[in-house]
């Protein structure tokens, strides 16, 4: 076959070649194998030299003629190729706005705060403000001024988790050696007392903690709501009504509350409260071990010598302190049998409050 011919057949099956390229990479691997460094139509300038002389002219035309049309082709088959692949791209990156959307959870409050929030809103709707203590306390806040001496039976059944410095020695505050995570939040009465003027009508929420392992009745770490009330000529009346109504608003209607006598050191007399079990109605059940009833806080008359040691005459003012668990309270309300049901996170059980 003459050059010239095979030229023209080379071109042919270029041009098919480009045609059948599906992507800009198959176009490109084609260019290569022609017009290449290697490439076969290059081959055929670079051996222009072996060409006899009468022919030089011609086939230096054929390659050149050929050259023009593949390269030609392959511009023209390039940007048909990049268009629709960019075409293809915007396509794949497209949002179809025909699927549904994705659900957006809404969060709800943790029972513990929700608690937090709706037993103060009570207390705000009865004049009462919010006072606020720290987690870290003085052993004479906690318990000496609770009217509970360091050699008091009662500081036994509240051991607590006690704060050392750096160093590893008993850290001092204000003088005071012993320094620890407060078992109750009855001593911000104290800080109140001693702080704000009279009268004084004030609930105190905060976290607590105990030396106590955690079981379905007991956690070392919990929330409680205190409430002190000191002002002139206040009775046992006016602490049963209060906490009366409290529990009718909480837990509602239906259950029934009873004053227990009961010991504090800081209270006298002192009464626990109880509300009638949730899921027996008084019958007697498991939850409430067969008596009919659950215990709910603790409270009294606020003993004579807690108003003293905080400075307040004891013969002009009188008053009365309750102190509850949020997490027992939580639980009483909406039946729950194990306090630790309330801090294991999971959702399922969470999202039902
Ligand atoms: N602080 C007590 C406790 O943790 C609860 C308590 C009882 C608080 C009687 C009071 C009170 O203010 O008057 O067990």
């Not at 609770?146 to 003088?175: C, I, K, W």
């Not at 029934?256 to 949730?278: I, L, Q």
Request: with cysteine.
């Amino acid at each position: 076959m003459a050059v010239t011919d095979e030229l023209t057949a080379l071109a042919a099956e270029t041009l098919q070649r480009i045609d059948a390229a599906q992507s800009t990479a198959a176009l490109d691997e084609v260019r290569v194998a022609v017009v290449g460094k290697q490439g076969s139509l290059t081959g055929y300038l670079r051996n222009m030299g072996s060409v006899p002389k009468e022919e030089r002219a011609a086939v230096g035309k054929a390659v050149n003629q050929a050259r023009e049309q593949v390269e030609a082709a392959l511009e023209a088959r390039k940007a048909a190729l990049k268009a629709s692949e960019l075409d293809a791209a915007i396509e794949g990156a497209a949002v179809d706005i025909t699927l549904p959307g994705r659900g957006q959870q809404m969060g709800t409050r943790h029972l513990i705060n929700a608690m937090i929030d709706e037993v103060s809103e009570l207390f705000l709707g009865l004049g009462y403000s919010v006072a606020e203590g720290t987690e870290v306390e003085t052993d004479y806040y906690n318990f000496t001024a609770l009217n509970a001496p360091a050699d008091h039976p009662s500081r036994s059944m509240q051991d607590t988790f006690y704060v050392r410095d750096m160093s590893g020695d008993v850290a001092e505050v204000q003088g005071e050696s012993d320094v620890l995570l407060r078992t109750q939040t009855s001593g911000v009465q104290v800080h109140v007392m001693e702080d704000q003027e009279l009268p004084i009508y004030i609930i105190a929420p905060g976290k607590v903690y105990r030396r106590d392992v955690a079981d379905p009745s007991h956690l070392p770490q919990f929330h409680q709501v205190e409430g002190l009330v000191v002002d002139r000529g206040i009775t046992f009346g006016d602490l049963k009504g209060t906490l009366e109504l409290v529990c009718k608003q909480i837990f509602g209607p239906d259950r029934k509350t009873r004053f227990r006598a009961h010991y504090f050191p800081f209270t006298e007399p002192s009464a626990e409260v109880d509300v009638s079990c949730g899921i027996c109605h008084g019958e007697g059940c498991r939850m409430c071990k067969g008596t009919g009833w659950l215990e709910l806080l603790g409270c009294g008359m606020v003993d004579s010598n807690v108003l003293k040691m905080s400075g307040i005459d004891p013969e002009e003012y009188s008053g009365f302190a309750f102190g509850m668990g949020l997490e027992r309270m939580a639980c009483l309300k909406y039946n729950v049998p194990d306090l630790r049901m309330l801090l294991e996170g999971d959702m399922r059980f969470l999202r039902q409050f």
